[in-house]
Nanobody, 118 residues
Framework: QVQLVESGGGLVQPGGSLRLSCAVSGLVFSAYPMGWFRQAPGKEREFVAGIRWGEDSTYYADSVKGRFTISRDNAKNAVYLQMNSLKTEDTAVYYC???????????WGQGTQVTVSS
């Protein structure tokens, strides 16, 4: 059974930074592309960033390109999302998942809340 445990969210002012972490178990982590998604209040969950088998193979939603960086540590079975220059519209619950392109391939964890507000 795949388990996804997100952490690192919080309250931050516009222009600030946060680093999210996701601990993954129950699959051969290094074999899977991983991604981050988010769901804002009243909106559908959307793809944010993905990473294949190396840090040179990443891809992003246009809304976060140049501000967010996804990375992974295969030795720790973990995926990260460094978020810089945060905007109020980045406020959402953030989730990680294994991905096929920009689509999730497993059930969801509990997510971690990110609130950007002054």
């Amino acid at each position: 059974q795949v388990q996804l445990v997100e952490s690192g969210g919080g309250l931050v002012q516009p222009g600030g930074s946060l680093r999210l972490s996701c601990a993954v178990s129950g699959l051969v982590f290094s074999a899977y592309p991983m991604g981050w998604f988010r769901q804002a209040p009243g909106k559908e969950r959307e793809f944010v960033a993905g990473i294949r088998w190396g840090e040179d193979s990443t891809y992003y939603a246009d809304s976060v390109k140049g501000r967010f960086t996804i990375s992974r540590d295969n030795a720790k079975n973990a995926v990260y999302l460094q978020m810089n220059s945060l905007k109020t519209e980045d406020t959402a619950v953030y989730y990680c998942n294994s991905v096929a392109g920009t689509s999730p391939t497993n059930s969801w964890g509990q997510g971690t809340q990110v609130t950007v507000s002054s």
